[in-house]
């Protein structure tokens, strides 16, 4: 239902956009957001954004603020994370969740996760 795209091998310093398809829920209804989970570590949570897309949240725990944005296209039942600046650190597979309300209190919904290799 949920279906990341967008990763692969990418220069340190590039910029690309990882996408969300999302089927078989009401897209519009849910609150998404961005995980990753680097080799050997935790899964982290990147950032949130509200059904409307009216908000969104940005983890202060990982070094994303000001580099990556989170969106959405409630038209096209999709969610995006636009990675800028991209560091060796931000290699990771990249998950997206839906979840109800905002912010959710747990994420309902999960994709299979698209993984992000960036080499310097």
């Known amino acids: 239902q949920l279906q990341a795209s967008g990763g692969g091998s990418v220069q340190a310093g590039g910029s690309p956009r990882l996408s969300c398809a999302v089927s078989g829920i009401d897209f519009s209804m849910y609150a998404m957001a961005w995980f990753r989970q680097a080799p050997g570590r935790d899964r982290v949570y990147l950032a949130a954004?509200?059904?409307?897309?009216?908000?969104?949240?940005?983890a202060d725990s990982v070094s994303v603020k000001g580099r990556f944005t989170i969106s959405r296209d409630n038209a096209e039942n999709t969610v995006y994370l636009q990675m800028n600046s991209l560091k060796a650190e931000d290699t990771a597979v990249y998950y997206c969740a839906a979840g109800f309300g905002y912010p959710p209190t747990q994420y309902d919904y999960w994709g299979q996760g698209t993984e992000v290799t960036v080499s310097s």
């Open positions: 954004i509200s059904w409307s897309g009216a908000y969104t949240y940005y």
